[in-house]
């Protein structure tokens, strides 16, 4: 459950940093729009993540209708940090068995190459950007 909530507070906060506009999916089955609300919405633009942050929040409120019950002050991090702090928690809520049963049941349905293995892929070694090795 941890590790869903951790995941998804970092997909927020990767698509509100996102330079592409979005605009939220609308749906019209079963559901009453909310009631337009005279909430001032904050400018926001890549370089400034806590109005980014701001825009989220009150977009949340205004789609599901809520009103926010106190003020939360977002705390910022960088990628390093969100890494780190993804990685221990997968590493907290993962017992390295069930990561070794989840591995060979993943590779005999052939979802994940032969050798594969999930420790490996997230070390740091094999996330920087790598050089490419060329004769000239």
């Known amino acids: 459950?941890?590790?869903?909530?951790?995941?998804?507070?970092?997909?927020?906060?990767?698509?509100?940093?996102s330079t592409a506009p979005s605009t939220p999916p609308q749906?019209?089955?079963?559901?009453?729009?909310?009631?337009?609300t005279a909430t001032a919405v904050p400018s926001a633009t890549a370089a400034d993540p806590t109005a980014v942050y701001a825009l989220v929040a009150t977009q949340v409120?205004?789609?599901?209708?809520?009103?926010?019950?106190?003020?939360?002050?977002p705390v910022l991090i960088d990628q390093?940090?969100?890494t780190k702090n993804l990685t221990a928690d997968f590493d907290?809520?993962?017992?390295?068995?069930a990561v070794a049963i989840n591995e060979r049941e993943l590779i005999g349905?052939?979802?994940?190459?032969?050798?594969?293995?999930?420790s490996r892929?997230?070390?740091p070694a094999t996330t920087r950007p790598r050089r490419s090795?060329?004769?000239s």
């Not at 459950?1 to 940093?17: D, E, F, G, H, N």
């Not at 749906?27 to 337009?36: D, F, L, Q, R, T």
């Open 1 to 17: 459950m941890r590790l869903r909530v951790a995941a998804l507070a970092a997909a927020v906060l990767l698509a509100a940093c």
């Open 27 to 36: 749906s019209n089955i079963g559901s009453v729009p909310p009631e337009p």
């Open 61 to 73: 409120e205004a789609i599901r209708g809520l009103q926010p019950t106190t003020a939360v002050a």
């Open 80 to 82: 390093a940090t969100l």
């Open 92 to 97: 907290r809520t993962n017992p390295p068995a």
């Open 109 to 118: 349905l052939g979802l994940l190459p032969a050798g594969s293995s999930f």
């Open 121 to 123: 892929a997230r070390s």
């Open 133 to 135: 090795s060329s004769s």
